[in-house]
Nanobody
Framework: QVQLVESGGGLVQAGGSLRLSCAASTHTFSAYTLGWFRQAPGKEREFVGAIGWSAGWTLYADSVKGRFTISRDNAKNTVYLQMNSLKPEDTAVYYC????????????????WGQGTQVTVSS
């Protein structure tokens, strides 16, 4: 089973950028969909985007489309979330997760989750 570790979160001013990383500890991503989710205090976990590792597709929530980009590095077994033009409403704990489903945007379709990394955007 895949184990995931997120990193790269921090404090950034509105309009700034951050790049989050999600590394597989012991397994490859080749057979999985890799999704990014976020959860703000008092709110439910919401879909941010996903990538099909072998299929080559990406999927983004409307709220981040054009600002966030998901990419991968097979050699490093790592998926990235590049976040540009950050807004205060992007503030949340960001999680990466793996799913056996294709083009999944739903929390319950993901099987393995990382511990999360905090992103705070100040105004």
């Amino acid at each position: 089973q895949v184990q995931l570790v997120e990193s790269g979160g921090g404090l950034v001013q509105a309009g700034g950028s951050l790049r989050l990383s999600c590394a597989a500890s012991t397994h490859t991503f080749s057979a999985y969909t890799l999704g990014w989710f976020r959860q703000a205090p008092g709110k439910e976990r919401e879909f941010v985007g996903a990538i099909g590792w072998s299929a080559g597709w990406t999927l983004y929530a409307d709220s981040v489309k054009g600002r966030f980009t998901i990419s991968r590095d097979n050699a490093k077994n790592t998926v990235y979330l590049q976040m540009n033009s950050l807004k205060p409403e992007d503030t949340a704990v960001y999680y990466c997760a793996c799913s056996a489903y294709g083009r999944s945007s739903r929390v319950y379709e993901y099987d393995v989750w990382g511990q999360g990394t905090q992103v705070t955007v100040s105004s």
